[in-house]
């Protein structure tokens, strides 16, 4: 069974970068690219892009292309996105998203960035 | 990129009937790679539906979905207190994943 663990709440002041992590457990690490996606306050969700975990590989969406940053470490079985440049229009809940072997989807819990001065 | 309209944007429905969702998407969603979500405020979007059809686990048999190509149906065949809720569709069949913008449902 797969499961996504991210790290905590975040509160970053405009300007400031920010990192989370995912740590996955269960089978298949590396067989499925892990997504990032982001929901801010009444807003649909918004797909980030995805990282290949086992080749680093990666794609963007373009509205982050220049200051998002997705990395991974195998031996540790984490995922991370980085997010430069924070405006208050960042202020959302993100999250790390997966396919499991049956085609389904598996969620990590989500993390709350708050940008505020 | 794949562009899924939801409707109707709002739904008003009292607590025993029956809820018909839609989802159309701009172009082909590959190999029935159709999710549906449910989402409460506050709280994560909660898998219903994958592949389209396939119920999630734990997702009771009152929640179906149906569809294929570049129309979605998500039916709740009689609604209960904890169905009201905001649903949102999404293809994860091609990059960029893309999501609908939502569905309210609503006690009238």
């Known amino acids: 069974q797969v499961q996504l663990v991210q790290s905590g709440a975040e509160v970053k002041k405009p300007g400031a970068s920010v990192k989370v992590s995912c740590k996955s457990s269960?089978?298949?690490?590396?067989?499925?690219?892990m997504h990032w996606v982001r929901q801010a306050p009444g807003h649909r969700l918004e797909w980030m892009g995805w990282i290949n975990p086992s080749s680093g590989a990666t794609s963007y969406a373009q509205m982050f292309q220049d200051r998002v940053s997705m990395t991974r470490d195998p031996s540790l079985r984490t995922t991370c996105m980085e997010l430069s440049s924070l405006t208050s229009d960042d202020t959302a809940v993100y999250y790390c998203?997966?396919?499991?072997?049956?085609?389904?989807?598996?969620w990590g819990q989500g993390t709350l960035v708050t940008v505020s001065s | 990129e794949i562009v899924l309209t939801q409707s109707p944007g709002t739904l008003s429905l009292s607590p025993g009937e029956r809820a018909t969702l839609s989802c159309r998407a701009s172009q082909s969603v590959g190999s029935s790679y159709l999710a549906w979500y449910q989402q409460k405020a506050g709280q994560a979007p909660r898998l219903l539906i994958y592949?389209?059809?396939t119920r999630a686990t734990g997702i009771p048999d009152r929640f179906s979905g149906s569809g294929s190509g570049t129309d979605f149906t998500l039916t709740i065949s009689r609604l209960e207190p904890e169905d009201f809720a905001v649903y949102y569709c999404q293809q994860y069949g091609r990059s960029p994943w893309t999501f609908g913008q939502g569905t309210k449902v609503e006690i009238k």
């Open positions: 269960g089978p298949s690490f590396s067989a499925y690219y």
């Open positions: 998203v997966r396919m499991s072997p049956n085609d389904s989807l598996v």
């Open positions: 592949g389209a059809a």
